[in-house]
């Protein structure tokens, strides 16, 4: 089982990034994906869930700017992030819930 994150880079504060997330070697459709973040000195936090049927759920700190999202046929689960702050930055970590399987990170540093 494989998990590829992507999508991370420079953004300023206001601007947009989309993260995807691929899949490998799993029966995808039926499972939830998550995205965490962790900062640097801070503990890896979540931040959405998707569910196989389309459920969300959001931390507080990101409702109404972020949005995940998945396209089961592309084996892919999205975060797409608008309003972004400086303290979104982060590295940010797909991960299959009730396993220990997790993308690589990928990084998004937000300037001011």
């Known amino acids: 089982v494989q998990l590829q994150a992507s999508g991370g880079g420079l953004v300023q504060a206001g601007g947009s990034r989309r993260l995807s997330c691929k899949a490998i070697?799993?029966?995808?459709?039926?499972?939830?994906v998550e995205w965490y973040r962790q900062a640097p000195g801070n503990q890896r936090g979540l931040v959405a869930t998707i569910t196989s049927n389309g459920n969300t759920n959001y931390d507080d700190s990101v409702k109404g700017r972020f949005t995940i999202s998945r396209d089961n046929a592309r084996r892919m689960t999205y975060l797409q992030m608008n309003s972004l702050r400086p303290e979104d930055t982060a590295v940010y970590y797909c991960?299959?819930?009730?396993?220990?399987?997790w993308g690589q990170g990928t990084l998004v540093t937000v300037s001011s």
């Open positions: 991960h299959l819930p009730g396993s220990n399987y």
């Open positions: 070697g799993i029966n995808f459709k039926i499972k939830t």
